[in-house]
């Protein structure tokens, strides 16, 4: 089984004390949080992007794992970090972000940065999906790849063409149940974490709705929560070249 170079994990390491482990999207892959990843290693961080089971790979690997699995990837890898480190951060990308909520809650997570957490979905409703997922495997969601993105990983140049053939062109519903039960865990552990939390999130979102920004805000006073009207689902590698300026350098300095 292959898995995509963009999807390789991403490993950056200045031997620092402080070490960052980051988590990608659902059907997404390491290389979409590059750029936090190269920010925050210029910023004397070391740095781990990590690949979740099924992601990077193709369709069918996608199709055989789940929620659980996605989450013990992630909880391994830090458990495995804190050993190595005298602090270890969090970041994470919508599905990612949920994951890292859920870490937070269960460890002594000193601060984490969410893009747009997917502690919410827009128009996923669960009861309906799950309902569904027992007759129906796919159906075809009509992706294009867009241009206009930018990526700031090392890829292949079919990489974005073969993911987006195997993972965005279908809305697996067995999956997207998962993906809602990762979302019901983290919301429902959200006022057990104890770290400072900045959370992005997006107007143009059209996944994520920007009010679970609010969420955090209301559950900690020193959590932040930064909105940009011109920013799609996509934060780390955003279509707005501000955007992406902005959200990274608050990234670092949150951190550091």
């Known amino acids: 089984m292959k898995i995509r170079k963009c999807a390789t994990p991403i490993t950056l390491k200045n031997n620092n004390k402080k070490a960052v482990l980051a988590i990608h999207g659902y059907a997404g892959y390491p290389g979409e949080l590059a750029l936090p990843a190269k920010t925050l290693f210029d910023g004397g961080f070391d740095v781990y992007v990590i690949r979740l089971p099924g992601h990077g790979t193709n369709s069918e690997d996608f199709r055989t794992t789940n929620a659980k699995m996605w989450i013990k990837e992630a909880q391994e890898s830090y458990k495995k970090l804190v050993k190595e480190y005298e602090e270890v951060y969090l970041i994470g990308h919508s599905m990612g972000g949920a994951i890292a909520t859920i870490l937070a809650s269960k460890y002594p997570v000193k601060k984490m940065v969410l893009y747009a957490p997917a502690l919410k979905v827009s128009k996923l409703n669960l009861p309906l999906i799950s309902i569904a997922s027992l007759f129906i495997k796919k159906f075809d969601t009509g992706w294009r790849s867009d241009p206009r993105y930018k990526f700031f990983d090392e890829r292949d140049e079919d990489d974005d063409q073969y993911l987006g053939k195997e993972y965005w062109s279908h809305l697996y519903l067995k999956q997207v149940k998962e993906l809602g039960f990762v979302a019901k865990e983290a919301l429902k552990n959200l006022e057990k974490i104890k770290a ?61």
């Open 196 to 256: 400072e939390v900045l959370v992005f999130t997006g107007s143009l979102d059209q996944t994520v709705p920007k009010e679970v920004g609010s969420l955090f805000e209301k559950q900690s006073s020193k959590n932040r929560w930064k909105n940009f009207e011109e920013a799609t689902h996509f934060i780390p590698y955003d279509i707005d070249q501000k955007v992406r300026k902005d959200a990274m350098e608050q990234t670092l300095k949150w951190l550091l």
